[in-house]
Nanobody, 116 residues
Framework: QVQLVESGGGLVQAGGSLTLSCAAS????????MGWYRQAPGKQRELVAE???????NYADSVKGRFTISRDNAKNTVYLQMNSLKPEDTDVYYC??????????WGQGTQVTVSS
């Protein structure tokens, strides 16, 4: 059974920092591209950052220079360090595991709220 369990969300003031973690089980973690997505109510889920099995990284333009994605294959965990948070970063953040063409998997989401 595949599980992606996010943690680390919460309430923070603008300019603050949070670190999200996603612990994976039931997949060959090292072979997966791991990503963080976010979604606001009524909006489409959007990519925040992803890191491939070879360590190639891609960020959304809106978070470049503020967020850092990393992975620890020994711990089957992917992280998202979020600095200089803005109210517009408020969303539910989801972890994704993609080993195309195998099915992709999603975590349950963790709420990040940034107050102004």
């Amino acid at each position: 059974q595949v599980q992606l369990v996010e943690s680390g969300g919460g309430l923070v003031q603008a300019g603050g920092s949070l670190t999200l973690s996603c612990a994976a089980s039931g997949i060959i973690f090292s072979k997966n591209t791991m990503g963080w997505y976010r979604q606001a109510p009524g909006k489409q889920r959007e990519l925040v950052a992803e890191i491939t099995s070879t360590g190639r990284i891609n960020y959304a333009d809106s978070v470049k220079g503020r967020f850092t994605i990393s992975r620890d294959n020994a711990k089957n965990t992917v992280y998202l360090q979020m600095n200089s948070l803005k109210p517009e970063d408020t969303d539910v953040y989801y972890c994704n595991a993609d080993n195309n063409p195998a099915p992709e998997f999603w975590g349950q989401g963790t709420q990040v709220t940034v107050s102004s």
